[in-house]
């Protein structure tokens, strides 16, 4: 089993900067890939940023160039440094980390971000 922890999240005005951090614990040396999701009231969750373990990253087109994720390996937590916020970034987001030897996804709690404008 892998625990994930979310913080960082809070309430800024539009324009501002947030990061958030996933800290993981447990079995951790099962996880490959890592990421974070969002979900906007009334909206799918949607793949906003993900990092392999040796540090390749995706984005969604809608943050590329805002946000950047990252990972330190050793301390088993990534993180997500979002710039730019607009008020359309409003929503929950959650922390994932991939066990794919055993196809598991493992989800944290989730960390409100609200832009407001």
């Known amino acids: 089993q892998v625990q994930l922890v979310e913080s960082g999240g809070g309430l800024v005005q539009a324009g501002g900067s947030l990061r958030l951090s996933c800290a993981t614990s447990g079995s951790t040396f099962s996880i490959n890939a890592m990421g974070w999701y969002r979900q906007a009231p009334g909206k799918q969750r949607e793949l906003v940023a993900a990092i392999s373990s040796d540090g390749i990253t995706y984005y969604a087109d809608s943050v590329k160039g805002r946000f950047t994720i990252s990972r330190d390996n050793a301390k088993n937590t990534v993180y997500l440094q979002i710039n730019s916020l607009n008020p359309e970034d409003t929503a929950v987001y959650y922390c994932?980390?991939?066990?794919?030897?055993?196809?598991?996804?493992?989800w944290g709690q989730g960390t409100q971000v609200t832009v407001s404008s």
């Open positions: 994932y980390a991939d066990a794919s030897f055993i196809a598991t996804k493992y």
